[in-house]
């Protein structure tokens, strides 16, 4: 695994919709989101969000703060399996959102499989139960996932200080 490069990397966003909202992850996952979705707007970082059958479980919830982020519905499981799936031939994608163990996993499996270096910001991703996401993340890991955490992932994309970027992003993290 090597180090994030904005210009190699892309973000999906995965159903951090409302009917998770019960969850005792989910505002964190959302708040996490909503750093990672921003940071990369300010860094040039393609974006997808994805949503799982939103027609029973709702659509992305506000707090994320989606702007004009593509959106694909799919009812697989695997983001990566859905049709309009596209990170614009990046080979590094951070994976954030809900649930761990389910699509997020899936999600991440695949595009594994398929060659791409991912990371996944254990702070930005959530279960019903805090024990699936636990095992789903060593297992990630034990697959080839780099298990990091929001900030880790902003300051790699970073790559430096000093810069207007990084006193954009800086203003996100505190």
């Given at each position: 695994m090597s180090l994030l490069q904005r210009e190699r990397a892309g973000?999906?966003?995965?159903?951090v919709?409302?009917?998770f909202r019960s969850y005792a992850s989910f505002t964190r996952v959302a708040a996490a989101t909503a750093k990672l979705l921003a940071a990369a707007r300010i860094l040039g970082v393609p974006r997808l969000i994805s949503e799982q059958y939103p027609q029973g479980l709702g659509h992305t919830?506000?707090?994320v703060g989606l702007e004009s982020e593509p959106r694909i519905e799919k009812t697989v499981f695997s983001a990566a399996r859905a049709d309009g799936f596209d990170l614009?031939?990046?080979d590094q994608v951070i994976v954030c959102g809900i649930e761990t163990h389910v699509c997020v996993s899936q999600t991440v499996h695949d595009l594994l499989s398929s060659g791409v270096e991912v990371h996944v910001p254990a702070d930005a991703v959530g279960s019903r139960h805090q024990a699936d996401s636990d095992r789903a993340?060593?297992?990630l890991q034990r697959a080839g996932a780099t298990v990091t955490t929001v900030e880790s992932v902003l300051?790699?994309?970073l790559e430096?200080?000093?810069t207007p970027e990084f006193k954009a992003v800086q203003g996100l993290i505190k």
């Amino acid at each position: 695994m090597s180090l994030l490069q904005r210009e190699r990397a892309g973000l999906l966003v995965i159903d951090v919709q409302e009917a998770f909202r019960s969850y005792a992850s989910f505002t964190r996952v959302a708040a996490a989101t909503a750093k990672l979705l921003a940071a990369a707007r300010i860094l040039g970082v393609p974006r997808l969000i994805s949503e799982q059958y939103p027609q029973g479980l709702g659509h992305t919830v506000p707090e994320v703060g989606l702007e004009s982020e593509p959106r694909i519905e799919k009812t697989v499981f695997s983001a990566a399996r859905a049709d309009g799936f596209d990170l614009a031939q990046r080979d590094q994608v951070i994976v954030c959102g809900i649930e761990t163990h389910v699509c997020v996993s899936q999600t991440v499996h695949d595009l594994l499989s398929s060659g791409v270096e991912v990371h996944v910001p254990a702070d930005a991703v959530g279960s019903r139960h805090q024990a699936d996401s636990d095992r789903a993340l060593e297992r990630l890991q034990r697959a080839g996932a780099t298990v990091t955490t929001v900030e880790s992932v902003l300051f790699e994309l970073l790559e430096r200080a000093g810069t207007p970027e990084f006193k954009a992003v800086q203003g996100l993290i505190k």
